[in-house]
């Protein structure tokens, strides 16, 4: 079957860096989103990785490793504002999100 | 670009009575739209997929007959919940996806709730 692990709440202080990690299995692969959803509020995309390696956009990067089934999210000095919930997404063979459940980010002063 | 809207944010209405919601796309033509439904603390659950011109596909377990979903244009998609019940009440999110499929750009989502 399908899936997709990520850890359900990780804690962080204000400034400090945090890596979310996802894992998945999936029918075939066209790629890993992650998105950032504030409580209430619909997703909003953050990174798309296809190949190997790592992306890096501002505070956020995000990593992928197809051989390992893996990625991760890297947020860099952390603000309040990213407390919210990181979902991570892969895309199968028949370009249909898988989704995982989601990481709550709790940011502490 | 690539903004999508949902209209209404939020609807309260009484059991046994049918909801619309409409998604469009505002700046890029969608050609496959996505329907989504979130209760709290949970991850977004696909309910349906539609292609312009043609029939949704549903999720197992998703009643098609209750959840009526229309995409008859490339910028316009709506989901009717009909005989609408309190375990109805949901968060429920649209997306959109150009020819290439790689990005969805989500709608702001349509609160439901059923009394």
């Known amino acids: 079957g399908q899936n997709i692990d990520q850890p359900t709440e990780m804690t962080a202080t204000e400034g400090a860096i945090v890596q979310i990690n996802c894992t998945y299995q999936t029918s075939g692969f066209n790629g890993l989103f992650w998105y950032q959803q504030h409580a209430g509020e619909a997703p909003t995309f953050l990174s798309y990785n296809v190949l190997d390696g790592l992306e890096e956009k501002g505070r956020f990067s995000s990593f992928l490793s197809r051989s390992k089934g893996y990625s991760y999210l890297l947020l860099k000095e952390l603000q309040m504002k990213d407390s919210a919930s990181y979902l991570c997404?892969?895309?199968?063979?028949?370009?249909?999100?898988?989704w995982g459940a989601g990481t709550k980010l709790i940011i502490k002063p | 670009g690539a903004v999508v809207s949902q209209h209404p944010s939020w609807v309260i209405c009484k059991s046994g009575t049918s909801v619309k919601i409409e998604c469009r796309s505002l700046d890029f033509q969608a050609t496959t739209m996505f329907w989504y439904r979130q209760f709290p603390k949970q991850s977004l659950m696909l309910m349906a997929t539609s292609n312009e011109g043609s029939k949704a596909t549903y999720e197992q377990g998703v009643e098609k007959d209750k959840f009526l979903i229309n995409h008859a244009s490339l910028t316009l998609s709506t989901l009717t919940v009909t005989s609408a019940h309190p375990e109805d009440s949901s968060f429920y999110i649209c997306?959109?996806?150009?020819?290439?499929?790689?990005?969805?750009?989500f709608g702001p989502g349509t609160r439901l709730t059923v009394l």
């Open positions: 997404a892969a895309l199968d063979s028949n370009y249909q999100l898988i």
């Open positions: 997306s959109a996806t150009e020819r290439d499929y790689n990005e969805q750009f």
